[in-house]
């Protein structure tokens, strides 16, 4: 049976790289990829404002970003690295994988203690419904890699798919907990595309 291949739906490339981030996107990141463990994953880092913030938080915890966007990488790389492009030490517990993250949960036995997910885009139109990376599928798989005590954190500013996802949950082994969290401010809920007054976020566990 071929092995079926892995669609990741958005954009994977934006405007073209300063020469700055085109060096550190060709001899930085190659160093900084996902080995054969990690604490903490955030799904879709943007930029890194909060996978930043993570490692900072905490700093004997190997934290790992997926990230298919190209220009988030290059722009979380520039944030962590000084101007002769070594990693800053608050930052050298980072570790980054540039694609889609379904690629390395299918192929390896990370096991996670806290798996973020903030923002993810919502897709609502009812015609894209099916390229929303949070159903039930998609999260079972998550719960598969997560610690005994491990956390899911999802937040959103988008409501119909926060209820959507709520939806999903119950076709999964996971349950919910406390909503409540106070985390920090990335620019994609700076921009707030949903209109909507806060985001709310959705914490799971096995």
Known sequence: MEKQEIRTFGRRHGKKLSIRKQN?????????????????????????EHLRALAIENPNKIVLGAEPFMNGVAALLSAICDESGAVLPEYKNIHIFPDDVRLILNNNRFAFSEIWILHPDPWPKARH????????????????????????????DHWEYYDWILEQVKKTKLRC?????????TRYQQKNMAGTTEPKYIILSL
């Open 129 to 156: 419904e099916k390229r929303r990376l949070l159903n039930a599928e998609f999260l079972n798989i998550l719960a598969s890699h997560l610690t005994p005590n491990g956390k899911i954190i999802i937040g959103t």
């Open 177 to 185: 907990n406390d909503s409540t969290l106070d985390t920090i401010k």
């Open 24 to 48: 550190l996107m060709d001899n930085v990141l190659p160093t900084l990829a996902p080995k054969n463990n990690a604490d903490i994953l955030e799904i879709g880092f943007g930029a890194g």
